[in-house]
């Protein structure tokens, strides 16, 4: 149960980034350049730690023999992402 509780934290904590990456991502064209480097390398670091958080989870789950499927939005996330660069 505790497995699923912290699945289903790091699935919202990765549905705020993509909220907030649509809404004031750092593609603003009032933004000035270092700060709009230093957003992504920000949101770079997020996507890393949630992809980490995940591989941890999925180490869980097969302990005790269950599958747990990766996050399609993560991987959305990062695909948008990388498309900026």
Known sequence: M???????KIQNEIFQLQ????IIGPHRA???????LNECEQIEEQIE??????KQL?????IFSLDMIGS??????K???NSFF
Do not use: P, T
């Not at 009032?30 to 709009?36: C, P, V």
């Not at 999925?58 to 097969?62: C, G, H, L, T």
């Not at 399609?72 to 996330?77: A, D, V």
């Open 2 to 8: 505790q497995l699923q509780k912290e699945q289903e």
């Open 19 to 22: 909220k907030s990456f649509k």
């Open 30 to 36: 009032d933004m000035g350049i270092s700060i709009a």
């Open 49 to 54: 730690k949630f992809e980490n958080d995940e």
């Open 58 to 62: 999925k180490i869980a789950y097969r």
């Open 72 to 77: 399609k939005e993560l991987q959305n996330i």
């Open 79 to 81: 695909k948008v992402f």
